[in-house]
């Protein structure tokens, strides 16, 4: 596992703050997510299932919703393996992947009164209060590499992107964020 994040701490400092999250576990699960044992598993690990395009958070665990077989559970880094080896035993018998991702991706985070007006010059998503609130989650497009983004307070925003892309999503995300080219289209 890596023991520095993908940008070190990067911080483009204005208005509206771009700033790396630092190390994050991550996991992947796919399989049915309508079991019993899928349930009882993620209830284990973390805060429990979420609905469709929604993240569910306690204390330092959340789990999100990425597809109708798929959820990212995130954790303090130094649990992520851990998280596997759990999961592996509690749901042993059911079809399903458990994978450590912590390493192939990085977190950043949008926060200020112009998150949400960066992210949307980048990502073909309506970001619209009335259609992104607060516990949605969704994965997109930032540009020209895939992300997933959700919306944790009113003015803070989390993408999730590839490690090996991190840079350039730190990048783009400061310059969209930098107070000369606000728009004042959500207020």
């Not at 703050?17 to 690990?45: F, H, I, N, P, Y």
């Not at 926060?111 to 960066?118: D, Q």
């Not at 980048?122 to 895939?146: I, N």
């Amino acid at each position: 596992m890596f023991e520095v994040s993908a940008l070190n701490g990067a911080v483009a400092d204005g208005p509206t703050r771009v700033e790396e999250a630092g190390l994050q576990g991550m996991v992947t699960l796919k399989g049915d997510l309508g079991s019993a044992k899928m349930k009882a598993a993620l209830k284990a690990v973390g805060p429990g299932l979420p609905d469709r395009r929604q993240i569910v958070e306690k204390g330092d665990r959340a789990v999100a919703w990425m597809a109708r077989d798929e959820v990212l559970i995130l954790c303090p880094h130094a649990e992520a393996n851990a998280v596997v080896t759990e999961l592996e035993a509690a749901l042993a018998g059911e079809h399903f992947l458990a994978v450590n991702v912590s390493d192939a991706r990085a977190m950043l985070r949008v926060t200020g009164p112009g998150a949400r007006e960066a992210l949307a010059k980048l990502a073909p998503v309506d970001l619209h209060p009335e259609s992104f609130r607060a516990g949605e989650m969704r994965r997109t497009r930032l540009a020209q590499v895939p992300a997933a983004i959700w919306l944790s307070e009113t003015d803070e925003i989390s993408v999730i992107a590839f490690r090996s892309v991190a840079k350039y999503v730190f990048d783009i995300l400061a310059l969209s964020a930098d107070d000369s080219g606000r728009v004042g289209y959500f207020g």
